[in-house]
T-cell receptor, first 114, second 113 residues
């Protein structure tokens, strides 16, 4: 069985400040790792994913996440946030089978203040 | 492609009534998932289908919940009778064998009063 823990339920941060959203997972097998973003009253959109290879993955809007196998972590970072980044962020894992059935963390609400 | 389409976007119903949520997956996708999002439990998988066949329904909370997929382009999630604690956002997602991403619909916000 897999589980995902997002250590912070809410992260308030000022605009242009750096941010890190933490994610730890547990699994007995190799997994794929994902970050999804949910804007208010919207569905979930894939932000970035780690499948294999380079442990640092990036999104098109400046977010990055690093897979750390020894610490079973996949923290999400951005060096300078914008107001428009205000959203809920979900970390998720998949074993890569069963059509990418996902196990989600509890979510972290990122609140960017001016 | 228009993506995963869910209807309705919002549903308000009275306790005891039957509720049917609908989902149209992306064309060509052979997996379909139903998730529920609540404040208390976060995002949890209710059931998923492969090639229209239910594979794992262990996440369905009670017998009041049922899901069907009569063909590759349509699925329903039914709650009968509905209760206030069923109030949540229900998401449908689809994916294709061999690919590594699941695509989500916009969700249906269900309120049972």
């Amino acid at each position: 069985a897999q589980s995902v823990t997002q250590l912070d339920s809410q992260v308030p941060v000022f605009e242009e400040a750096p941010v890190e959203l933490r994610c730890n997972y547990s699994s007995s097998v190799s997994v794929y790792l994902f970050w999804y973003v949910q804007y208010p009253n919207q569905g979930l959109q894939l932000l970035l994913k780690y499948l294999s290879g380079s442990t640092l993955v990036e999104s098109i809007n400046g977010f990055e996440a690093e897979f750390n196998k020894s610490q079973t972590s996949f923290h999400l970072r951005k060096p300078s946030v914008h107001i428009s980044d205000t959203a809920e962020y979900f970390c998720a894992v998949s074993e890569g089978n069963a059509g990418n059935m996902l196990t989600f963390g509890g979510g972290t609400r990122l609140m960017v203040k001016p | 492609d228009a993506g995963v389409i869910q209807s309705p976007r919002h549903e308000v119903t009275e306790m005891g009534q039957e509720v049917t949520l609908r989902c149209k997956p992306i064309s060509g996708h052979d997996y379909l998932f139903w998730y529920r999002q609540t404040m208390m439990r976060g995002l949890e998988l209710l059931i998923y289908f492969n090639n229209n066949v239910p594979i794992d329904d262990s996440g369905m909370p009670e017998d009041r919940f049922s899901a069907k997929m009569p063909n590759a382009s349509f699925s329903t999630l039914k709650i009968q009778p509905s209760e206030p604690r069923d109030s949540a956002v229900y998401f449908c997602a689809s994916s294709r064998t061999g690919e590594t991403e699941a695509f989500f619909g916009q969700g249906t916000r269900l309120t049972v009063v």
